[in-house]
């Protein structure tokens, strides 16, 4: 087996020793590519192979990857993308999309969530789930989400000018902006900037960010308490929930994620885990939403349950500025 012949490289080049007498313990990852096509050069061939170290599996002898056409391509992708991203942040084509949210108890529009939306010139809306892992993965988030909430900033300040009874709009940090050395001066230099009211924007910090950041979170907290406005727990319940970051980290909102709906039949286990999450929100006074809601049937129960707001297509998708102008005020704002 091709393992097997492996793992008796490994265990050779492992029974060398350097000039002290010593082996070296390398541990080595080997990347696969069967060879289809013959007409390939052995510099493309060697490339794919490379390529496949990126996609380890673990056996119980060796560490490699196989050679996927698909990762090929999406690597492809991501260097277009890449080569593209700056010049779209200076061209603007980074949009932001609003998702209201609405309050249970009035059926109203009570908030919205900016998200981003890439519009190129060339090819049209590039999908977020294609831009955003990557931008993640090379650091460019940093950049769009300040540029992001730049955006943000304008229209509240204008839709303040215009005299709106405004609605405060969420604006997600990701984990890149944290390896910024005080990151949110920048911040607070746009909301000076553009006047920005307090109470009228909220901070989100997705679940992962909790992990080994307690103590840098609280601060951020402290100073967005500071300014007169409110931050919130994004996609809780995405990933392993820790109820002590719910005693430690002073939020004002939970997000219960989009998984505690996307079963066809949540049934009685389910619903008491979503009630129970619910009733300990209300015990430590949060403001409780949840996301990606689609049916009648969720509503009503979230009513039930006294969930205070609703974030999801049943009511709204995420729509473009003049659209949520049209549905949130009753003028159009110029």
Known sequence: KLDERLARISSQINQMKDADNKT???????????????????????ERANLARGNVVSTHRVVLGVYDEKARKKLNRERELELKMERALEQREFVPYLQPKYELRGNRIAGAEALVRWFDPVEGMVLPGEFIPLFEKNGFIVKLDLYMFEEVCKLVHRWSMAGCSLVPISVNLSRGDFNVPNFFEAYKDLIKKYDVPVGTIEFEFTESLLYNNLDILNDLARQIHELGFSCSIDDFGSGYSSLNMLKNVRVDVLKLDRVFFSGED???????????????????????????????EQVDFLREMKCDYVQGFIFAKPMDIKSFEKLAYLHIVP
Do not use: F, Q, W
Request: hydrophobic share 40%; no cysteine; charged share 25%.
């Open 24 to 46: 070296y313990g390398l541990t080595l990852t080997y990347g696969v590519y069967v060879v289809v096509n013959h007409e390939h050069k052995v510099e493309s061939m060697i």
């Open 266 to 296: 949540e049934g009685v286990r389910g619903k008491e885990v979503i009630r129970s999450v619910l009733n300990l929100a209300k015990a430590l006074e949060l403001k409780t939403v949840s996301e990606g809601i689609e049916l009648k």
